[in-house]
């Protein structure tokens, strides 16, 4: 057992904050966090005062397969970049060296590490294949890692227009493979399948004995909302709440009043990408009305090639744009938005029971952010001062599932 004694915690589901406390830790789990000193025996007692613990940030959307791409096409459009199959990021994808794309893939998880994502959801392109090179990438390094996928086989735009058919027999065996190999499926959105399809994907992910987890973009821009609706008169999250029956959404930048409805009547998760979306300049979510709306918030980093995969850049400029949206400096609350980058990730993925929070019983998924550096000392507000002025370089200690994946500090004698 390892303890950490006279160290701060962000505590349990409501954060409280513990001044002067300790945290066990035995078999990859929390073994207990409390007040004071700990009273039992333990292997290896570590003196962490001045130290924060919080639970391993958990980016609830990314796409690390244009890890090598960063700033390519920076300032075109949405669709011009991203859109499959011939938008400039799959172009990229299908053309570049594969040992490329995993030695960039790798350098971002690494980098991911260092500043305390713990977990994250990678959005796969590029079918079974992308599987692959992700899982290449991931080998020997220890980070918690949902993979979705999805197949590389689109329809043609005279198949959507009729929006009559199945998935092709291809695509459907591609699904079916990709959900042996992955956690579930990713779709790029609900405009780039029929409703039938749209219902097949839905049915293979929820029968399988082992339940798979099922998400799409939707809402990401008001161009896409209007293919949608000139297309089939309905809505892109319509058509994904209707057919598609997903465990959550992404983006849903630019929803409708009745949209928000159907997706809260329904307790879909949404995952929310703000900084990604403003580099983009495709809008900004209606993240007040999420709340009021009741829905579980998460948030997402969304492409390499786009934005760093940076939670307290993410944070922090959630906060300063819905106050300057606002016109208030308490818009929301900063426990609400560290919930979005830890608790409430893991709620919409179904881990709430092992991941999220600082708790006895819990995975072993701590940072370990040092507040006696220059840029957080002389804080009177700790959770204030986390999401304001936090950086990577404040980020000394992280374990995964008790296992120690990095140690700036020295307290056990191991490498980035």
């Not at 954060?15 to 789990?29: H, S």
């Not at 977990?119 to 692959?132: L, P, Q, S």
């Not at 998935?167 to 959900?179: Q, V, Y």
């Amino acid at each position: 057992m390892i303890v950490f004694e006279k160290t701060m915690i962000l505590a349990g589901k409501d954060l409280k904050l513990i001044k002067d406390g300790y945290i066990a830790v035995e078999n990859g789990k929390i073994f207990k966090v409390g007040f004071g000193t700990f009273k039992g025996s333990a292997k290896k007692r570590i003196n962490a005062k001045g130290f924060l613990v919080i639970p391993g940030f958990i980016n609830a959307h990314v796409h690390l397969g244009d890890s090598a791409a960063k700033e390519l096409g920076f300032g075109k459009k949405l669709l011009d970049l991203m859109k499959p199959p011939n938008g400039l990021k799959h172009k990229f994808l299908r053309k570049t060296n594969k040992k490329i794309l995993v030695s960039a893939i790798r350098s971002t998880l690494k980098d991911m590490l260092t500043n305390g994502i713990t977990t994250f959801v990678d959005f796969r392109e590029e079918g079974i294949n992308g599987i692959k090179i992700l899982k290449k990438a991931l080998d020997g390094l220890k980070i918690n890692s949902i993979i979705l996928g999805r197949p590389k086989t689109y329809m043609d735009e005279k198949t959507l227009q009729d929006n009559l058919a199945s998935l092709p027999d291809e695509a459907l065996k591609e699904a079916l493979k990709i959900l042996d190999m992955a956690d579930g499926i990713g779709l790029s959105s609900p405009n780039e399948y029929t409703d039938k399809a749209l219902q097949q994907f839905s049915k293979i992910c929820k029968n399988r004995k082992n339940k798979k987890l099922l998400a799409t973009h939707v809402a990401e821009s008001l161009e896409t909302k209007k293919i949608s609706q000139l297309r089939t008169g309905c809505s892109e999250v319509y058509r994904a709440v209707k057919w598609l029956k997903p465990d959550f959404l992404i983006h849903l930048t630019h929803p409708s009043e009745e949209d928000l409805q159907e997706v809260s009547k329904r307790k879909i998760g949404v995952v929310v990408c703000p900084k990604a979306n403003s580099i983009m300049g495709v809008g900004f979510p209606p993240i007040k009305k999420f709340l009021k709306e009741g829905l579980v918030v998460a948030l997402g980093t969304d492409n390499v090639m786009v934005n760093q995969p940076n939670m307290f850049e993410e944070m922090r400029y959630l906060l300063m744009y819905l106050n300057v949206l606002e016109k208030n400096s308490s818009t929301i609350s900063l426990k609400e938005i560290f919930k979005m980058a830890t608790q409430n990730g893991a709620k919409i993925l179904g881990l709430d029971d092992v991941l999220g929070i600082v708790d006895e019983g819990k995975n072993a998924n701590l940072v370990f952010v040092d507040f006696t550096m220059d840029n957080l000392a002389f804080s009177h507000d700790i959770l204030a001062s986390l999401i304001l002025r936090g950086r990577p370089e404040n980020v000394k200690l992280v374990m995964v599932e008790g296992e120690i994946v990095l140690d700036r500090v020295g307290w056990f004698k191991i490498g980035r």
